[in-house]
């Protein structure tokens, strides 16, 4: 019952953002606009450029608008282009590159990110997303670039952990299949609130939204997180199943629908708002088992382990649709997904053989600690973000400061996540060599869930 406050926090932060943003948002009468597409030539003496979009065969010639200096308009290279209309002419406000260049210390960094982000996916049972989008946005990856590639790189990994877990009997079939169907509904409505939000303010609101979402989410989730395992260190545990899990399953309103594997009846219109909840936040910030496996856990009454293994076949789904709609508008970065990709399945591997030879607080208390650490340094890049959109004034100084803290602090969450799964690794095959009896059955934790 104690979750319950934090979920309907997060549910309600979350369905509140969709109405708020879209009002905001409107029809686009303020003449907002942003594009993917290629700056083929600028003319710094009139002040235009030729820009092509993606899926339009002819380029047009926009005005560069008096804020923004020519000479900083990358020429040949994917951008993603904000424009809105003034007295009739379409004026450029801003352009960012979307694509980073991939030289030798990219693609370590990458790399590295992947594997520490894999270590934490199998270590804590969920994606690793709540540091891989971070740390591609700290390295100058815009938000929606970050968010799209995370979901394009996750759904081969769902699709391997939902069938290894669905031959242990973990996976209700039929709950993923359920939830997946409103969960790609909301992964459309995650991915219209961008939309709307990047036509409205451009790359830096979409930082700045997708940042913000992150803070609220990563705080909630990481203190109630830490509160569990101090709760786990000292004894204490919970019941086997939530008095509002008990309420709910006793609501007969049709239509009813039983779920074997998970040993539960509910409604539909129980399952709707988790499907619902977890479809936008993983389309906002590539993060859905937050909202997914609690939902099914306290709201369903589904033990963990089954939540955490059907998660997978939701995740699978949810990262498929949201790949080929943000591969349509061409916000998808191939390259990062597979550098991501290449690691993360060793690490992952490391993570959930860590997972069997410690106790439970332990791995909560990673997931809490980590996901803390990656708040402060997302909270830290909110000011920069509102100075982009001329919110608040901070000077080169004050800028420099806040982007090597909100830097660092990331590098620190990796270090911190890399060096408390590595001891609890090396601390578990000592103990094997030492012929005692691992935390965990390897067959039932071996394989992780996504977020």
């Not at 424009?83 to 694509?99: H, K, L, P």
């Not at 990219?106 to 709540?130: D, K, N, Q």
């Not at 996750?154 to 039929?174: E, I, N, S």
């Not at 004050?398 to 660092?408: A, E, I, K, Q, Y």
Request: proline fraction near 4%.
């Amino acid at each position: 019952m104690k979750h319950v406050p934090a979920l309907a926090a997060i549910l309600g932060a979350i369905f509140l953002s969709c109405g708020a943003q879209t009002a905001l948002a409107g029809d686009g009468s303020g003449g907002g606009r942003s594009r993917s597409g290629f700056i083929t030539e600028v003319d710094a003496v009139e002040r235009t450029a030729l820009f092509r979009a993606d899926r339009s065969a002819e380029p047009v010639r926009l005005k560069i608008d008096d804020a923004l200096d020519p000479r900083n308009i990358p020429e040949g290279r994917k951008v993603l282009v904000h424009t809105r209309t003034d007295q009739g002419v379409e004026r450029i406000q801003s352009v960012s590159a979307m694509f980073l260049d991939l030289g030798l210390d990219t693609v370590c960094a990458l790399l590295a990110i992947g594997f520490v982000g894999g270590m934490l996916s199998g270590f804590i049972g969920s994606g690793g997303a709540f540091v891989l989008t971070p740390s591609m946005m700290s390295m100058g990856v815009p938000a929606a670039v970050a968010v799209a590639s995370n979901m394009c790189h996750k759904f081969p990994k769902a699709l391997v952990g939902a069938y290894k877990r669905h031959k242990y009997g973990q996976v209700d079939l039929k709950l993923g299949l359920v939830l997946a169907a409103s969960a790609v509904a909301g992964v459309q409505i995650g991915i219209r609130i961008q939309e709307a939000v990047l036509n409205r303010w451009g790359g830096a609101g979409s930082n700045l939204y997708v940042s913000l979402v992150f803070v609220a989410v990563l705080v909630v989730v990481g203190c109630v997180v830490t509160r569990d395992a101090w709760r786990l260190s000292r004894g204490r545990v919970a019941g086997q199943t939530h008095r509002i899990a008990r309420f709910l399953q006793g609501l007969k309103i049709p239509p009813m629908m039983h779920f074997r594997t998970a040993g539960v009846s509910a409604s539909a219109w129980i399952t709707i708002p988790i499907g619902l909840g977890t479809g936008v936040l993983a389309a906002t910030i590539a993060v859905g088992g937050f909202i997914g496996v609690p939902g099914m856990i306290y709201l369903l009454g589904v033990s963990a382990m089954v939540a955490s293994a059907t998660e997978l076949v939701v995740a699978f789904a949810m990262g498929l649709w949201a790949s080929v709609q943000w591969g349509l508008d061409g916000m998808i970065d191939v390259r990062l997904a597979l550098l991501l990709l290449a690691t993360s399945l060793i690490g992952v591997q490391l993570g959930a053989l860590g997972t069997t030879y410690v106790k439970d607080h332990v791995i909560k208390l990673v997931m809490g600690v980590v996901t803390l650490i990656v708040a402060v340094s997302r909270a830290a890049k909110v000011p920069v973000y509102l100075a982009d959109l001329d919110s608040v004034a901070l000077g080169p100084g004050t800028r420099s400061v806040l982007n090597s803290f909100s830097f660092w602090t990331l590098v620190a969450a990796l270090a911190v996540a890399g060096v408390m799964i590595s001891w609890a690794l090396i601390t578990g095959i000592r103990r094997a060599r030492q012929g005692q009896k691992p935390e965990h059955d390897p067959l039932v934790d071996a394989e992780p869930s996504e977020d």
